[in-house]
């Protein structure tokens, strides 16, 4: 099988089960973050495996890696699709979403001990899980009011299951602030995908951007005072922006020339982590690059053979002022 047919069939089942919002139309308490040690010098990641014996559909795995792409050590051990992996307080668990990557999409969170790939088990249907700074939630976003994407709240034991948004609209990729009082996600219910902020429990929704092309996938700073996101609003392959919490002062960051997407903060808020696909911008091969946060020094962090992406940063534990 051809590199172009494999990454053809990688972004048709990423674009299938990325998320269930089905979108179509184009003052916040600050916080320090505490971490186990080296946590904040860890990336999660997404990596196309490079023994591809399918004839359709290929196998993708989470790896961890250090923050400048050394040591890159692979996590699961499956035969499907293992995407939007996030790395718990401690650093000691990664949560995920998972694919078989068939026609209906049966997308799940799964949690599994960073060194031991055996104690994988399955948490509940959905995709884009987010810990919360405490390490004792996840939200993420699933099926919901109509059959189009919410966001709900789950207790990692399993228990505590809720529908946090009960919308008819779409949501999706929610994400915890540093305080976990709120969660901030993308909403198409003004009319296309916009980012919001609500309170965690779902109340005091806020719009933060309003633009008529679409913000996606946003990710808080670590103090809580920004959130970066990627929006296509002068580029039709996406860049990416931050924006102060209050919606004030949206600021272009990326300028690549291809696609930019998928930003997350680092844990002492100095980089964000992002796929980009400006180095293969025709095969459209996504590789992970890191840059300084006003948007310098960009680069990559992967390279081929394989194809890279959706990567995140160990987040660290809230601690309230």
Excluded at 43 to 50: A, D, G, N, P, R
Excluded at 128 to 135: A, H, M, N, V
Aim: hydrophobic share 35%; charged share 20%.
């Amino acid at each position: 099988m051809n590199r172009l047919r494999l990454q053809g069939a990688f972004v048709a089942a990423l674009v299938a089960c990325q998320d269930s919002s089905h979108m179509t139309g184009p003052l916040h308490p600050t916080a320090s973050l505490t971490s186990a040690p080296d946590l904040g010098a860890k990336i999660v990641f997404t990596k196309l495996s490079e023994d591809q014996l399918q004839n359709e559909f290929v196998v993708a795995e989470i790896y961890i890696m250090n923050a400048d792409g050394s040591d890159q050590r692979r996590v699961t051990y499956n035969s499907h699709f293992d995407l939007g992996a996030n790395l718990s307080p401690d650093g000691k668990t990664v949560a995920f979403h998972q694919t078989l990557a068939g026609p209906d999409c049966p997308c799940t969170i799964q949690l599994l001990a960073v060194d031991d790939s055996s104690t994988e088990r399955t948490l509940s249907d959905g995709t884009w899980p987010s810990w919360s700074p405490d390490g004792k939630r996840i939200a993420f976003n699933s099926l919901g009011v109509g059959g189009v994407g919410d966001i709900w709240v789950i207790n990692v034991d399993g228990t505590g299951l809720t529908n946090v948004t009960q919308s008819a609209s779409g949501e999706a990729r929610p994400v915890w602030s540093p305080s976990g009082r709120q969660i901030a996600f993308q909403s198409n219910r003004s009319g296309n995908a916009e980012i919001w902020i609500m309170d965690a429990d779902g109340s005091g929704a806020v719009q933060i951007t309003n633009d008529p092309m679409l913000d996606q996938a946003p990710d808080w700073s670590p103090d809580g005072r920004k959130i970066v996101f990627q929006s296509n609003r002068d580029d039709p392959r996406s860049d990416l922006y931050f924006v102060n919490a209050d919606g004030t002062d949206v600021t272009r960051l990326t300028f690549g020339g291809g696609r930019d997407i998928d930003p997350a903060w680092s844990l002492d808020g100095q980089q964000i982590v992002f796929d980009s696909d400006r180095d293969f911008v025709v095969q459209q091969i996504r590789q992970v690059f890191v840059m300084n946060a006003d948007g310098t020094n960009q680069r990559p962090l992967t390279a081929l053979p394989s194809e890279h992406g959706h990567a995140g940063w160990g987040r660290g534990r809230a601690v309230l002022p």
